[in-house]
Each structure stands twice: as structure tokens, then as C-alpha cells.
């Protein structure tokens, strides 16, 4: 459930508030994966007030944060699928900011890896029942970002 605008700033506070504490918990149990999960996820939702508050910039580098967290756990635990759909999750939220922003060929380009690490989890014989539909809207969100490209600049 999304806060109201009038409600961002506290769900922002208590946000900022987990990042801390997971933060310190990872510093203190750094090999503990879930730990890490629970962090990468505080980032994403962190991401979501504030490209909901018109701070786009903050939301990208909190976005990007999440992505560098969640690669590097998708990389640490390949074995683990939740944590490569988690990381084509995150990078479908990057391109939805970065075309609300109107980076649509880095959007494009986000949507691109989303996408080929989603068909390798398909192709690995990923069994996850959600990650068919992940790649349907990855697919779909890259077409409507490809007809935003393809548009000429002076139609409607």
C-alpha cells in the first residue's frame, strides 16, 4: 500500500529509520543473507516514497544501492532464484523511474537486463511460478518504452 502524500514523510522517517538498523545488522552479521534481503528491500521501498515525492535523484541512488546489493547476493547465492526475480524486479523499478524521468533508452537498457536475466532463469528450468509473469511485464513495459523512443518528437 502506497502512503498518502501527507503520510510520505512519516512512512519516509520509519524507512530511513529500518535502513539504519538493517544497516548495522549486516555490519554485524555480513554473511547472513536474509539479513542483506531485508536490507535491499527497506532500499526499494525507500526508492518508491521518494520518487513519490518528486525526489527522483534520491529515489534512483537508493534504487541503484538495492541493485548493487541484490547483484551482489544474486552472485554470492546462485542457487537462491528469489534473489536473481528480486534483482529483475528492482531493475523493472529502475526503468519505470528513469522513464518518468525520460531516460528512455537507459530505462530501455534496464529493461533489456531484467528481461535476459529472467529468460536465463527460464531456461535454467526456474521453477518459481512468478517468474513467467515478471518476463510478460518486463516484455510489455520494454514495448511501451520502444514506442516512446520510435515516437516523433512533435506528436502528441
Keep these: ?24 545488522l549486516v ?20 526508492a518508491g516514497v521518494l520518487g513519490r515525492t518528486g525526489r527522483a535523484d534520491e529515489a534512483e541512488s537508493s534504487l541503484r544501492e538495492a ?26 523499478s529502475l526503468a519505470r523511474l528513469l522513464s518518468k524521468q525520460g531516460e528512455l533508452k537507459d530505462a530501455q537498457s534496464s529493461l533489456k537486463e531484467s528481461i535476459a536475466l529472467l529468460e536465463g532463469m527460464l531456461d535454467d528450468g526456474c521453477e518459481l511460478p512468478y517468474v513467467d509473469r515478471l518476463l510478460a511485464e518486463a516484455c510489455l513495459n520494454l514495448a511501451d518504452i520502444q514506442e516512446r523512443i520510435e515516437e516523433p518528437a512533435d506528436s502528441p
Design 1 to 24: 500500500m502506497m502512503p498518502t502524500p501527507e503520510l510520505a514523510p512519516v512512512a519516509e522517517e520509519h524507512l530511513r529509520t529500518a535502513l539504519r538498523l538493517s544497516k548495522e
Design 27 to 46: 555490519a554485524r552479521h555480513p554473511d547472513v543473507p536474509a539479513y542483506v534481503s531485508s536490507q535491499v528491500h527497506v532500499y526499494h521501498k525507500l
Design 67 to 92: 541493485l548493487r546489493l541484490q547483484t551482489s547476493l544474486a552472485g554470492r547465492f546462485p542457487e537462491v532464484a528469489s534473489y536473481k526475480a528480486s534483482l529483475a524486479v528492482f531493475q523493472r
